[in-house]
């Protein structure tokens, strides 16, 4: 193409986006990030940082999961820069027996697939995590279960796609995708045309929009989550932990009561301790349109069964929240790939929560997708 100012163009500034950016340039691509914001100032910006391996549905939720969790144990040498990895094992704590026969039919499909998780009787999960309540029936725990911290991994790879040559455009919005004899051949910017040989759209729950205009319909639907942030603590925690209903709340919320108050916002613990010491906490998964704000409803029930989980949290000062939209998909699998009958537009969206986990994995394939 006669006016191709680069290879790839890719849209959107999170994990996903440019870890894409990232792969395509190491690949030797001429790769151009487009960022409405800043690094990291969606979805990657308000979220927790897990990358847990046995919250993944066995198939290629896990395989992709534990092909990422490879990728991330020498990512911040690779990238030259500190992403906060942490190695810490991860618990699911289960609350009654319901929950148990859930965990146990899924650590057994686990296992199939390769990957080691433990049950853990409450008396052994208090041992391993003393913070946790005496009257949980136990836990999961699983070795292969990690942190880092989100906003450092995405400019961590923005960093590094530019020090490879990638040019990133933080601040300028794609506005439409170009498309000449059913081809999509460049992007639309407010501060100009972008011609290239490829589309890469990685804007978590903006793709759907971005494509609609190509006749592509993509399922992907915002999910908030909202999340408290605690004072900066001495070491609280040890591992990061979800609580099985999240699973339940993720994969089957038939199964949950919607006269429940805490159902209907689909509260699930979801919490970390970071760096700096403070505790994240969340979440709710709830669908909300594209509203970012945080509710009172919302976090009162994120707080209330964090307590009622770990008791020793209700003297901690909670110092701000905030909410973000994750990328639902109904079978719960990320979009990844050329998208069929739009030569040139490649899909890298849909992740959910699992962005963070699957961010390396998913920038590997995408470039390797690139003719």
């Not at 929950?99 to 390769?114: D, F, N, P, R, T």
Request: aromatic fraction near 4%.
């Amino acid at each position: 193409m006669n006016n191709k100012t680069c290879d790839l163009v890719v849209i959107g500034g999170g994990v996903i986006g440019t870890a894409v950016a990232y792969y395509a340039a190491k690949a030797g691509r001429k790769v151009v990030l487009l960022e409405k914001d800043h690094i990291a100032g969606g979805t990657s910006g308000a979220c927790d940082g897990f990358i847990i391996m046995q919250s993944k549905n066995p198939g290629p939720h896990l395989e992709l999961a534990m092909a990422s969790a490879a990728i991330y144990r020498g990512l911040a040498e690779e990238l030259d820069y500190p992403i906060e990895y942490e190695p810490k094992g991860g618990m699911i704590v289960i609350e009654n027996e319901i929950q148990a026969a859930l965990m146990k039919e899924h650590v057994a499909k686990q296992a199939v697939s390769g990957l080691a998780v433990e049950i853990l009787a409450a008396a052994e999960a208090r041992r391993r995590e003393p913070a946790l309540a005496p009257d949980l029936w136990g836990a999961t725990y699983c070795a292969a279960d990690a942190q880092v911290n989100p906003i450092k991994v995405a400019q961590g790879f923005s960093n590094a796609a530019r020090r490879l040559g990638a040019e990133i455009r933080a601040g300028t919005e794609a506005v439409g995708l170009i498309a000449d004899r059913g081809r999509v051949v460049g992007v639309t910017t407010a501060a100009g045309d972008i011609y290239c040989e490829y589309v890469v759209v990685a804007a978590g729950v903006w793709t759907p929009g971005l494509v609609r205009p190509l006749g592509l319909e993509l399922p992907i639907k915002p999910r908030r989550g909202q999340i408290l942030v605690t004072e900066p603590l001495p070491p609280t925690i040890r591992h990061v932990l979800l609580c099985a209903c999240y699973l339940v709340a993720k994969y089957r919320p038939q199964d949950l009561d919607p006269a429940e108050r805490h159902n209907r916002l689909g509260v699930g613990l979801a919490i970390e301790q970071t760096a700096d010491g403070g505790l994240l906490i969340g979440s709710t998964r709830e669908f909300a349109g594209f509203d970012r704000a945080t509710t009172l409803a919302g976090l009162e029930a994120v707080a209330a069964h964090a307590r009622h989980i770990l008791p020793g949290l209700a003297g901690v000062n909670i110092i701000r929240a905030f909410a973000g939209l994750r990328p639902y998909t109904p079978d719960g699998l990320p979009i990844l790939g050329p998208a069929e009958g739009i030569p040139g537009l490649i899909i890298a969206a849909g992740h959910e929560g699992d962005g963070i986990a699957l961010a390396p994995v998913t920038g590997q394939r995408i470039a390797a997708c690139l003719e």
